[in-house]
């Protein structure tokens, strides 16, 4: 499995072991860069994530936010809903051509 060289925020909250929030903090006070996809999803890089833990500046809360298959799901269909439709509407149509008479 390989890792994506972004992460998100709760991602991030994740491996610093921090609150969500927290994270936003860290970025409105320039202490992480943040980037936005799509002007809606906001992500970090992984490298400045692992280098921040490393520095020792960011002390563990021992926060436990599990990434539930729920949101998993939710996330997939958020960031692959195009693709999910287009496939959807190839299908009718194939349907449509090899099954009407």
Request: no cysteine; glycine share 4%.
């Amino acid at each position: 499995m390989t890792l994506s060289p972004y992460v998100t925020v709760r991602e991030a909250a994740q491996i610093l072991g921090i609150a969500e929030g927290k994270i936003m903090s860290l970025v409105e006070s320039h202490k992480l860069q943040a980037y936005r996809i799509a002007d809606q999803y906001l992500r970090l890089k992984r490298k400045d994530i692992e280098m921040l833990k490393n520095s020792g500046e960011i002390v563990s809360e021992n926060v436990k936010f599990p990434y539930t298959a729920r949101e998993r799901f939710r996330d997939l269909l958020a960031y692959n809903d195009f693709y999910i439709v287009s496939f959807l509407v190839i299908v009718v149509l194939l349907g449509i051509i090899f099954f009407s008479n």
